[in-house]
């Protein structure tokens, strides 16, 4: 048996001579695992916001292709671009849409302008706004 002078921890004396580090390994793995977690759903954010971003420019430049046909008006475009934010995104997407006619470089070409909230937290809590435009060229 040993004295316990060498700095051994004994059977019988709990504390005495026993490892400072021991337990570190739990807090350790509790820290960075709030760090892990925290950086993962910044990713997913970032991602939510780019898929939100997306989808709306895809239906605002589809309802100006729809609102810049020979055979279609301006109100046509703009219920296209609702009905795709509203089925890909959800109605609160799909509440602020505005198509108007404009002249770019000298063409006559339908601006469909969509203002969406930019999702801060999943699709639910507050939000920004972000404004997307699509064009197509007018027939004639």
Same mark, same amino acid.
Request: aromatic letters at 2%; a positive charge.
């Given at each position: 048996?040993?004295? +316990? #002078?060498?700095?051994?921890?004994?059977? +019988?004396? *709990?504390?005495? !001579?026993?490892? *400072?580090? #021991?337990?570190?390994?739990?807090?350790?793995?509790?820290?960075?695992?709030?760090?892990v977690l925290a950086l993962f759903l910044a990713v997913v954010q970032v991602a939510?916001?780019? =898929?939100? #971003?997306?989808l709306a420019i895809d239906a605002a430049a589809e309802g100006a292709r729809i609102a810049?046909?020979?055979?279609?008006?301006?109100?046509?475009?703009?219920v296209r671009t609702q009905e795709l934010l509203a089925s890909s995104l959800g109605q609160r997407y799909a509440d602020d849409v505005s198509v108007r006619q404009a002249t770019v470089d000298g063409l006559d070409v339908v601006e469909v302008t969509?203002?969406?909230?930019?999702?801060?937290? !999943?699709l639910i809590g507050p939000s920004g706004v972000l404004t997307l435009?699509? =064009?197509?060229?007018?027939e004639a």
């Open positions: 048996m040993t004295s +316990g #002078r060498s700095g051994e921890a004994r059977p +019988g004396r *709990p504390g005495v !001579g026993a490892d *400072p580090e #021991r337990g570190s390994a739990v807090a350790e793995f509790v820290m960075v695992a709030a760090l939510l916001a780019m =898929h939100v #971003r997306a810049a046909r020979a055979d279609r008006d301006l109100s046509s475009g703009a969509v203002r969406v909230p930019l999702p801060v937290v !999943g435009q699509g =064009h197509a060229l007018e």
